[in-house]
């Protein structure tokens, strides 16, 4: 079975600073990996995955992040906040073929201070 | 909008009653998800179908029960409920896993 690890349950940093968001996986068969963001009172929104290829990975409101096979990490960045970036963000695994269910970390809520 | 449908957003009900979830997917995509997100327990996996058929059980209890109709839309029917189901319940679309999932806006289930 497939699980995430999401070290920093609340990361606070200030506006037009930088941000990592930590996420760590764990699968004995190769997986896709994908980052979501939860704005207050809405569903998840993608932000962005990693299926195969290149390393890193870029996504919507200038999120990017870093796929690591040797630390079995998918760490999310940007290297800008600004306070619409408030929310909870999610990192999910699944195992990489068929219709797999996607199995989510327990998440980052991420507070800007202006 | 998602493209993902949930009904009803809100519901409020007692301790021992039952209630039914409903959800239509973005169009084309064959496989719904539900999942259930409280405060304590995070976002937990209930079931997958995928194009009528059940595909994965996660952690749902007896209590509760899915199906996915021919036009695709599911539904969660939660019976004898207790305090300790009051939670979001989300529904996910997705044509293939690889494409990512779309969630609906969800349904907040309040049982008082």
């Known amino acids: 079975a497939q699980s995430v690890t999401q070290l920093d349950s609340q990361v606070p940093v200030f506006e037009e600073a930088p941000v990592e968001l930590r996420c760590n996986y764990s699968s004995s068969v190769s997986v896709y990996l994908f980052w979501y963001v939860q704005y207050p009172n809405q569903g998840l929104q993608l932000l962005l995955k990693?299926?195969?290829?290149?390393?890193l990975v870029k996504g919507i409101n200038g999120f990017e992040a870093e796929f690591n096979k040797s630390q079995t990490s998918f760490h999310l960045r940007k290297p800008s906040v600004h306070i619409s970036d408030t929310a909870e963000y999610f990192c999910?695994?699944?195992?990489?073929?068929?219709?797999?269910?996607?199995?989510f970390g327990t998440g980052t809520r991420l507070t800007i201070i202006p | 909008d998602s493209g993902v449908t949930q009904t009803p957003k809100h519901l409020i009900t007692a301790t021992g009653q039952r209630v039914t979830l409903r959800c239509s997917p973005r169009s084309g995509d064959l496989s719904v998800y539900w999942y259930q997100q409280s405060l304590d327990q995070g976002l937990q996996f209930l079931i997958q179908y995928y194009n009528g058929e059940e595909r994965a059980k996660g952690n749902i209890l007896e209590r509760f029960s899915a199906q996915q109709f021919p036009d695709l839309h599911s539904e969660l029917n939660l019976s004898s409920l207790e305090l300790g189901d009051s939670a979001l319940y989300f529904c996910a679309s997705s044509a293939r896993v690889n494409y990512g999932y779309t969630f609906g806006s969800g349904t907040r289930l309040t049982v008082v």
């Open positions: 990693y299926l195969s290829g290149s390393t």
């Open positions: 999910a695994v699944s195992r990489n073929f068929g219709n797999e269910k996607l199995t």
